[in-house]
């Protein structure tokens, strides 16, 4: 007897791997963002730390995370 691994949890096995899927696809392209922003302005990728580009303050942990900056603000 064979179990079908989506039929035992029906689609949330499909959801869950659907969020996974969006979360490391905006994930990657924040970082892809971020190499394509940085190098078009001459700077390093590590350093200096994020900063805001007008005022150049470094920003705090909640304002890098895309995903906590949506669920606290």
Do not use: D, W
Request: aromatic residues 16%.
């Amino acid at each position: 007897m064979s179990v079908n691994i989506y039929v035992i949890g029906g689609y949330s096995i499909l959801i869950y791997f659907l969020f996974l899927k969006i979360f490391f696809g905006a994930s990657l392209g924040s970082f892809i963002n971020l190499l394509f922003e940085r190098s078009s302005n001459h700077e390093s990728i590590v350093l200096p730390p994020s900063h805001c580009n007008q005022c150049q303050r470094t920003l705090t942990i909640i304002e890098k995370n895309t995903y906590l900056r949506l669920f606290i603000f």
